[in-house]
């Protein structure tokens, strides 16, 4: 019986060494001597690109409100602060489909003011 245990143990290590290791990544195929100072250079060869990149985004204009933008149903961005937002507004990670896309731009009464008392509904003036 100790036999047969030893002899299945050296076979099985006999077959276990004799198996290849794949332990090479797509990064070391492809260039081999990648350093930390070679690094992004590397990365860069490796993105694949297309004749038109778009890259989306909103410029909102807003007064007396708050607001919300969603991208087909996806919340993108919210501002419930007093002021204004000056920088364009990234919604090119909601698009996850080619054709039309669905904006949403919902608005809110702005219930804060500087002046003290906000507002219970949108007015007149709100854009």
Aim: aromatic residues 12%; hydrophobic residues 35%; proline residues 5%.
């Amino acid at each position: 019986m100790g036999r047969i245990l030893v002899f299945v143990v050296l076979i099985l290590g006999l077959v276990g060494c004799g198996q290849k290791h794949h332990t090479e990544n797509v990064i070391m195929e492809t260039s081999p001597k990648l350093t930390s100072k070679n690094y992004v250079e590397t990365m860069h060869k490796l993105v694949k690109h297309y004749p038109q990149e778009p890259y989306y985004y909103l410029f909102v204009s807003h007064q007396a409100c708050y607001f919300e933008i969603l991208v087909n149903g996806l919340p993108v961005y919210s501002y419930y602060d007093l002021g204004q937002v000056i920088t364009p507004i990234d919604i090119y990670s909601a698009i996850n489909k080619t054709g039309k896309q669905t904006i949403t731009y919902k608005l809110y009464p702005q219930t804060e003011s500087q002046e003290g008392a906000g507002l219970k509904t949108l007015v007149d003036w709100t854009k």
